[in-house]
C-alpha cells in the first residue's frame, strides 16, 4: 500500500475511533473497540493489546492478552521478552520488518512476518501495548507509527 493511501487509510481510521471512544470511560471496551476498527479497516493479520499486569504468584508485572481480532494469540509475556517484552522494558515503539530477524521473537503465529508495537505510557510507566502483526514483509513505518500513536492518544491519558 502506498504511503498516502496509507496515510488516508488512517485519516478516516481516526475519525471513526475518535466516535467510537470519545463517550466510552471504559478502557476495555474502547481497547476491543480501537483493534476491531483496525483490523477491519487496515487489513492487518493480527491487531490488538497486551496490559501490564501483576503475576499470578505477584512476583512482579506481566504482558497479559487484552482485546484482539486475528487468531489465537500469546496469553503472558514476560518483561523484556520478544517485541512487546522489549519495547516495553525500552518504553518505546518498535518496527520490526522481518520478525525472524528478531532476537528472541515469540512466535504465537506462523502467518507473522513483520510487527509494530506501541507502549502506552502513563505517568512514565507502560501500562499496556498495542501490537499489530502482518503477513507480509516490512509493513510498518512512520506512517503506521504516527496515526497509531495518535490513535492510541484516549488510552495514554488519566
Known sequence: MKKEEKAQRYEALLQ?????????SDEIANMANIAAAIHARMGFHWTG???VLPTPDGSGEELVLGPF???VACTRIRYGRGVCGTAWKEKRTLIVPDVEQFPGHIACSALSRSEIVIPIVRK???TAELDIDSAELDTFDAVDERYLTLLLTSLATE
Open 69 to 71: 481480532q486475528g487468531p
Open 49 to 51: 493489546f497486551y496490559r
Open 124 to 126: 512514565g510507566a507502560v
Open 16 to 24: 471513526e475511533v475518535e466516535a467510537l471512544v470519545g463517550p466510552e
